[in-house]
């Protein structure tokens, strides 16, 4: 090939790779923009979703990019917040594993710019069973103190865990002046104190009660303990609203909206009243119970105690001239049911037998699991408050029931400390 013509085809191309460059570099300018914006949608398309009338939204916070934002004190279940960009407000996301079956249920929150809950949709829920419609549509229009959001009963778990992951949004926007604190009722306040201030109305830390009905001027609400171990009252006595508490196996108490007990002797009287008359008495199948336990002419005398966790019995039981102390306790189980569970403890405290009418472990989760009931029992003899870790109650696969026995072991214990 003549040298002119090989310089020739070197030019053509150097032409024609310089031609694509430029072609390729304009395709990149058409396709980058629509590339980034197809990503931006498929992020925010759960957005619009609660959001429709949104122009776009421009990202503040990413719990995949934490270090690009500057938002601060954003809670874990946070795991999104953007701004609308005309103005209408933000939109969150949301997951938590808080729920009955600690599987993620996910959400996506619309706050307007005023602070309301505009929309909350759950994207992913992995629990059996559904907590409604009317519970989610309960939020719409709640400012962050949600004066009228409750717990749905059968769903207390996943419906406190959405409560709790909706109050974690508004946290993150609280807590970086982008909307204003909801202020929150003193019944509300109150409300949230009694699973502090009464542990064994609870399950988990969350209460499990139902409402009761009233017929007294100073009890203005009143909670019936799902176990049978008690009530707690919202009350009033003409200057102030009040917390109180009276349990089955004898404990009273008033408290103030930050948690001090409060020497108000007309309330305690009232609660006291209330309770004696709307109590279920379980004192005699207790005893019955008890008395299969230990020998037939053994003799069990109850014994007021003032505790507030899931005991609901306590009793002296003296045995052929020996010493012994019986407790039932009554904590949640399966799908929050109450387990009965009876304990026969000696005079230093060490368990001499334990029994239940019901372990209850056999359901929906652990259809294919099996119990060696007398073997399980058998490995609570001769523990005491000392010895006992949790270790000996937990079984694989039934942590829920298993959970149930260690808080009733645990609950005897201490109840046995306050005789001893």
Known sequence: MAKKEFSKSIAVLLVLFVLAALLLTGVNAVTAPLIEANGASAQFEPLFAVMPEAQNFDVLYSAQDPAATTLVDVPET????????SGLGYAITLSTSAGYTKEPIEMTLAVDAEGKISALEVTAYPESRDVGAEYLTSFQGQD??????????????????????????FAA???????????????????????????????????????????????????????????????????????????????AKILDLEGNTVDNAALLEEIKA??????????????????????EGAEITALP?????????????????????GFVARSYG??????????????????????????????????????????????????TGDSYTGEQAIIAGATMSTGGMDTATKDVFAAFAAIA
């Not at 009228?148 to 959405?162: K, N, Q, W, Y």
């Open 78 to 85: 946070v795991t999104g917040v953007y701004s609308e960009t």
């Open 144 to 169: 962050s103190a949600l004066p009228d959001v409750g717990l749905v009963a059968g769903t207390t778990f996943s419906s406190a865990a959405i409560k709790n992951a909706v109050s974690d949004g």
């Open 173 to 251: 926007l609280i807590n970086n002046d982008l909307v204003g604190a909801g202020v929150k009722s003193d019944d509300q306040v109150l409300l949230e104190l009694l699973p502090q201030a009464y542990p064994g109305i609870a399950s988990n830390g969350v209460g499990q009660y139902e409402e009761a009905e009233v017929n007294s001027g100073s009890i203005l609400k009143a909670f019936k303990a799902l176990n049978g171990s008690g009530f707690g009252f919202i009350l009033n006595d003409g200057s102030a609203n009040y917390l109180g508490v009276w349990t089955l196996a004898g404990g």
């Open 274 to 295: 209330y309770g004696a008359a709307n109590a279920e008495s379980l004192a005699d199948k207790e005893i019955a119970k008890l008395q299969r336990m230990v020998s």
């Open 305 to 325: 105690v003032e505790l507030y966790n899931s005991v609901t019995g306590v009793y002296s039981i003296l045995d052929g001239g020996a010493q012994f102390y």
């Open 334 to 383: 399966y799908s929050n049911l109450p387990m009965a569970v009876y304990y026969v403890l000696d005079v230093n405290g060490a368990i001499v037998s334990m029994t239940a009418d019901e372990l209850i472990f056999y359901k929906d989760y652990f259809s294919d699991y099996t119990l060696d009931e007398p073997s399980y029992k058998e490995g609570f003899i001769g523990l």
